[in-house]
């Protein structure tokens, strides 16, 4: 049984760190390395910290001794893909394992992003783990990326749905176009078969409740870094930060959600943006992260996790 979201957090209030600016500075990279998708074991990954980071070693934090585990923890989803599926990966046709893309730099940055601008208290390890694992209901926010092929079995979807309509609440992101799209609602129609899609429109106070977030939603839109249009236009409408063609119905970014009967929300999609490369890749280009980093990636993301942990 889950504890309510309320109870994981003792205070969660904006704290900044700088004056007139979100971040002091970004990390300095220490060079880049190939993708943990390719290599890691999701047979025996327990944290994002026991993973070599692609570019720099942010350094662990100690919380409260007697207090280590009322902590907000990132716990990402380890699942399975079905190759023959469509959908683009953005890898070429290449991804194997789209649960461990921006892993672990993405949960580790953020994490220490959410320690350092509020009064939350954070896990410095992160977890990944798989649906089965018995201590899935000691992680209230679970994090799934790259669901364009996820297929989940008949155990993992009880497990979901249990889980969800327990108070546990599902966050997705970086998935684009409408064969992917179309996957995750045939998949969340296995788990919830009585929850239907909703947009989130930008007065809703998940956009408001930390940093005012006014949109529009082509405003709040992340490139994945290797997709970045560098000629991009913040404020021009008709220009798109994201280059090359990533499978029809890519060009706009939805916020959608699944709600459970008190309308609280129990999974938030991010389709078509890619906020989690917005905290990977924060220490490998200055510009990326003056664009997309620093006033969208992380305040969407704390504001999520603001609004999630708290309604």
Known sequence: MLLPRQLTLLLLTATLATTGSLLAQSFRSGGIRGSAEDWTDEDEVRTAREVMPRTFQLPPWENPRGFEKDVFTFARVIFQTDPQRPGDTGFGGRLRRGWAVDFPDA????????QQMTSLRVDSDGRALKLTNPELSDFP???????????????????????????????????????????????????????????????????????????????????????????????????????????????????????????????????????????????????????????????????????????
């Open 107 to 114: 949960d580790l940055n953020f994490s220490y992003r959410l």
């Open 141 to 311: 926010y679970l994090f799934m990326t790259h669901v364009e092929r996820m297929a989940l079995g008949d155990e993992e979807q009880g497990i979901l749905r249990r889980y969800l309509l327990n108070g546990g609440v599902l966050l997705v992101n970086d998935f684009w176009g409408a064969a992917a799209w179309q996957n995750l609602v045939r998949e969340m129609r296995e788990v919830l078969p009585n929850h239907t899609w909703i947009d989130l429109p930008l007065d809703h106070p998940i956009y408001h409740c930390v940093f005012n977030l006014r949109g529009p939603m082509s405003e709040l839109r992340v490139p994945t870094i290797h997709r970045w249009n560098t000629d991009y236009e913040p404020g021009n409408p008709n220009s798109n930060p994201t280059s090359g063609y990533r499978g029809e119905g890519y060009e706009t970014m939805h916020i959608r959600a699944l709600l459970d009967d008190q309308q609280r929300i129990m999974v938030l999609a991010i389709h078509n943006s890619d906020v989690s490369d917005g905290w990977e890749r924060e220490g490998e280009n200055a510009d990326y992260f003056a664009l997309f980093s620093e006033p969208r990636a992380y305040p969407l993301g704390i504001n999520i996790v603001f609004y999630l942990m708290t309604h």
